[in-house]
C-alpha cells in the first residue's frame, strides 16, 4: 500500500485505502492458484475503520469462495497495526456474520488476526510449526495425533483454516492401505 | 459559578455547578459571568476540556463577558499555564488571577498530551502520529529498544483509543473539540494511570446517530447512549467499516483494565473497571458532548 503524505490514515473513505482495495482485488483476480498476494503496511498506521475498509471486503470475498487457493498477508514489521486490525476484523465479523481471518506478518513471526477462537489458532500454529521444523505440510493424521482427536475431526479442522485462507492444501499423497490425505501449509 | 476541589465533570458536585451553568441558558440576560475556580486544588484533563468548550462556546453564556479566576493553588495556576488551556481563550473571557498560594496539587503527574484542539482530519493524523513518539518519551521505552509484547500492546491501545476519540469528534459533532491527557500515579497504590478526556459543543449522539436510526431520535439519551456503546451501532448504518469507535475504547480498556465515562446531552454511562454498564439520565442537557478514559500504563 502506498503511503500517503501523512503517516497515519484515520478516513476509511481515503483515496489510499479505495486504491490499496482495488489493487489487491485486481492482484486476487489475476493470481494463479496458490499465491499469496502481500499487503505492506510498512510506515504507515491505520486506524481500525481504515483496517475494515482496507481488508473487510478483501478477507469476505476470500471466505466466501470468489477467490480459490489465493490469499492475502499482511505486512506490517513491528506490529504497529495488528491492534487495531484486530479489533476492526472482529467487529466487521460480527457484522458481516461470516468469521474473517487475516495473517499477519509481524517480521518476528506471523500472528492471527480478527475472529479467531482457539482451535483455529491452534491449527494455524501446528500446521506451522510442522512446516518450519520439516519443510513439508501437515497431515490430519498428524493434527489428529497432536491433538486426540479423530481423524475426520482433525480433517474437518483444516478444511476450516483453509476456508479462512490461513492454510492451504499444498500437497496431495497416497496413503498406505488406499486413500489420499493432504498435505497443509500455513499462509505467509 | 464557583467549582472547588477537583476540576472534572464527572464528580457530581462539580457536575452540578456545570449543570447550573448550562441551565441558566435562556434565562434574565446579565452582564458577567464569573467562573471562580479560586477554591480548585487538582485540575484533571476532563476538567480542562469540558471547562475550555463552555468558554470556547459564547451562545450558552447569556451574558456578555466571562471572568475566569484562576486557582490560588500556584501548582494549580501553573498547570493551566503548562497544559496550554490559558492560550487562545475567546476574547471576551478576562482572566482574573489573585494571590498565589504556594501548597501545589498533591499529586505528581506527566503530560502525555497538553490541551490541543481537534478540528481537522489532519491535526488528528499529527497527532496520532505524535502521541506514539510522546509515550516512548514519557514511560523510558527508548524508540531503538524492542518493545515487549505486554507493552507493545498497551501503547496500540491507548494510541489508538485516543484516535478513535478524537475521530468521532470529528466525524460526529459537526463542531471541532478538544483533547488533553496526563499520566498520574495513584495515591493509594501508586500504579501509574492515564486520563485522556475528549469535548466538543457538537449536537450530541442522539442527533447522531438518529440520522440513520430514527427510532433512536425519540430515545432517551442515556438509552441511546447504552445501544450505541453496546451494540456498536453507526451513523453509516450497516456499512461494516464503521461503528469501531466505542469496541475500540472497550477493547482498550480490556486491554489496560480501564474505564470510561461518558455525557451527551442528559445522557449519562460509565463502563466501569468491574461490573456492567451504568446508564443515568439529568434534566439539563449538556451542549455537546464529552468522555473520560481511563487506563492503566507503565
Known sequence: MRAPDAAVLCNPDHASIRGARADILERLQRAGSGTVVPVSLEGIELSASCHAALFGPVLEAIVRGSYPGRFVVAVDPGARNEWDADAAMRKYSETVGEKLVCVWDRTDRCVLVGSVDTQVRATYDFVTEIWQRTGEGATARELADMFQLTIQAASNRLTKAAGLGIVYSADVESVMGGGRQNRYVPVQ | MTILGELTPVDSEIATAFDALVARRGRAYSQDLLFDLSGVHFVWPSGLVTLRTLLSTPEIWSCDRVTLRLPTAEGCRQYLGVAGFLHGLPA???????????????????????????????????????????????????????????????????????????????????????????????????????????????????????????????????????????????????????????????????????????????????????????????????????????????
Open chain 2, 92 to 298: 471576551e473571557v478576562t482572566i482574573d488571577s489573585p494571590e498565589t498560594n504556594a501548597n501545589a496539587g498533591t499529586w505528581s503527574a506527566q503530560t502525555l498530551l497538553p490541551l490541543t484542539s481537534i478540528n481537522t482530519l489532519q491535526e488528528l493524523e499529527q497527532l496520532a502520529h505524535c502521541i506514539t513518539t510522546r509515550l516512548d518519551e514519557m514511560l523510558g521505552q527508548g524508540q531503538a529498544a524492542a518493545p515487549d509484547e505486554p507493552w507493545r500492546r498497551q501503547k496500540s491501545a491507548i494510541v489508538s483509543a485516543i484516535r478513535e476519540m478524537c475521530h468521532n469528534v470529528l466525524e460526529h459533532a459537526g463542531a471541532g473539540g478538544w483533547i488533553a491527557a496526563q499520566r498520574y500515579r495513584a495515591k493509594r497504590t501508586g500504579a501509574p494511570f492515564l486520563e485522556i478526556a475528549v469535548a466538543d459543543a457538537g449536537c450530541g449522539v442522539r442527533t447522531s446517530i438518529a440520522r440513520t436510526h430514527r427510532s433512536l431520535g425519540r430515545a432517551a439519551e442515556a438509552a441511546v447512549l447504552r445501544s450505541v456503546v453496546e451494540q456498536g451501532l453507526s451513523r453509516f448504518g450497516t456499512d461494516p467499516t464503521r461503528g469501531n469507535g466505542y469496541g475500540v475504547l472497550k477493547r482498550a480498556t480490556r486491554e489496560c483494565d480501564g474505564s470510561f465515562f461518558l455525557r451527551s446531552g442528559g445522557g449519562i454511562l460509565e463502563h466501569p473497571r468491574r461490573g456492567p454498564l451504568r446508564t443515568a439520565e439529568r434534566s439539563v442537557r449538556w451542549p455537546g458532548t464529552y468522555l473520560m478514559l481511563r487506563l492503566a500504563c507503565r
